[in-house]
Every structure is written in C-alpha cells, then in structure tokens.
C-alpha cells in the first residue's frame, strides 16, 4: 500500500494530571463519534462515544465534547494514570454511498504518555 | 474478552510467497474491515465488506485480495508478499456499520524479508 506516512502527534503528562486529547473531524453530516485507545501491540478498543445530537458525555474518568460548530471533539482524561498510555484515536460515522449505516473514518491519533 | 480473533499474530515470511491472514469473529456480524497500520502511523481501510460474497475496497490502495464466504471469516490474502507489505493489518466487525462503532481484533503484525 502507499500510505501518506503521517506521524502522530504526542502527549505528555504527569500522574495523577488530567489530559485533553483533541481531534479535528471533516464531514458535517457525521451523525455519531466515537473515542479509541490502542495499546502498543494490541487492537484500538472502545472508550466512549457521543451521537451528533449531544455536546458531552462522561464516563468513567473519561469525558468527550463535541462541538458541531467548529467540527471539534476531545477527549477529557481525569486524574491520568500510566495505564492510560496508548494512542488514541477520534473516529466519525458518515453516510455515504448509500449505505444505510455509514463507515467509520479515523482521525490521525494522539500519543499519549504518562509518566510516574 | 475480544470475540474477533487474528492469526497468526506475527509473520516472518520472505519476498514472493504467498500468505493468507485469518480473521474471524463469533458475533454473527455482517460487516467487516481490513485496516493497514505501520506504527505509529493512522489506520487506513483497505477491504471491507458488508455481508457474504460483498467484497469493496477501502480508501488506501492494497494489492491484498479478501474474500467473504462465510458471514464468519473474512480472510485477506497477498499473492506475492514484498517488503512494501510489512505493516500491521487489523480486523474489525460491526452489526451497524459505523454507528456504534466497530470491535478489532488484535492484529497480524507482518515482516516481509
């Protein structure tokens, strides 16, 4: 494959601090987002997701904000801890070729380290 | 625990054999994706397919092949492996496409010597 090579962008933050992970999406009409985490060597896994139809949605030490206006997510991190380490990604759902349920597509990806 | 399953989990293969990587998953969902990562990199679709004998290319081109014989098993294979192939390939499965996102497996990591 010909990939762009595209180096993420990092984070770094003390333990205990609390992280702002953001990410720039590209189509208006994106109706659903969703928050990533890939540990080194592993699959990217569920975190937290948000509808087009909310601005903020918590979960547990995590919160996601959406900002429709600017096409704007992020990624709150409470009290950040080494197994936060990881990359993370933003991804939205866009109808498209008239599919009835849409394709994700990835943001670039942040990597976040923490340290003890 | 993951219910979408990868093998093998590392290849070392050398220039110009063939190799298939396996990717199955028990959830009875009808979509699944192919993504090809190198590290530290973004994920770029390159097969997806959106029920048994649906086969579409992704966004990056691949010179990967995929069949979908069985709603199951979603294998990818390269006819001739080169030292541009080396990269991570990820599985992924949805019920709903993009909406409530996808379930990955945990990646064939394949090194083309």
């Known amino acids: 494959g010909e990939s762009v090579g595209l180096h993420l962008p990092t984070l770094s933050v003390q333990e205990g601090d609390n992280s702002i992970i953001n990410c720039a999406y590209s189509n208006s009409a994106s109706d659903y987002f969703i928050w990533y985490k890939q540990e080194s060597g592993k699959g990217p896994q569920f975190i937290i997701d948000?509808?087009?139809?909310?601005d903020k949605r918590q979960g547990q030490r995590v919160t996601v904000l959406l900002n429709k206006t600017v096409k704007h997510l992020s990624l709150q991190i409470a009290a950040t801890q080494p197994g936060d380490s990881a990359v993370y990604f933003c991804?939205?759902?866009?109808?498209?070729?008239?599919?009835?349920?849409?394709?994700?597509?990835f943001g670039q990806g942040t990597i976040l380290t923490v340290h003890p | 625990e993951a219910d979408i399953y990868q093998t093998p989990r590392y290849l070392v293969i050398g220039t110009g054999k063939k190799i298939t990587l396996e990717c199955s998953q028990t959830m009875g969902h009808d979509k699944m994706y192919w993504y090809q990562q190198d590290p530290g990199m973004e994920l770029h679709l390159i097969h997806y397919?959106?029920?048994?004998?649906?086969?579409e290319k992704g966004d990056l081109s691949s010179e990967s092949t995929v069949s979908r014989i069985r709603t199951e098993h979603f294998p990818l294979t390269l006819e001739s492996a080169r030292p541009s192939h080396t990269s991570q390939y990820l599985c992924?499965?949805?019920?709903?496409?993009?909406?409530?996102?996808?379930?990955f497996g945990s990646g064939t990591r394949l090194t083309v010597v």
């Open positions: 948000i509808r087009s139809n909310m």
């Open positions: 991804a939205e759902n866009a109808h498209a070729g008239g599919t009835s349920y849409g394709k994700l597509t």
């Open positions: 992924a499965s949805s019920e709903y496409g993009g909406f409530y996102g996808y379930t």
């Open positions: 397919s959106y029920g048994v004998n649906s086969t």
